[in-house]
């Protein structure tokens, strides 16, 4: 995730999937129960240094689409490696 602007212009957190945004990046698990944890913590502003309050439902979108570990077939959950 990075700061880029929202749909109307103003700066917010938005994803940056590629990891390729010019600028300081955070990266946050793809996972509902960590962003909502970022959230609550403030944890957008200080990881990418910038005022606290900016909008990051961009991010909460891009996290609930993303298909979890759960998802991919290629992955074998009945044992532990």
């Excluded at 945004?21 to 957008?44: I, N, Q, S, T, W």
């Excluded at 910038?50 to 959950?77: C, I």
């Amino acid at each position: 995730m990075t700061v880029g602007s929202d749909a109307h212009g103003q700066p917010a957190v938005v994803p940056d999937a590629s990891g390729t945004a010019p600028g300081r990046g955070a990266h946050l698990h793809p996972d509902a129960g960590c962003y909502e944890l970022a959230v609550r913590r403030k944890a957008f502003g200080r990881a990418l240094r910038v005022p606290a309050g900016l909008p990051s439902a961009a991010v909460g979108d891009y996290v609930a689409a993303a298909p979890t570990d759960r998802d991919r077939p290629d992955r074998n959950w009945s044992s532990s490696s």
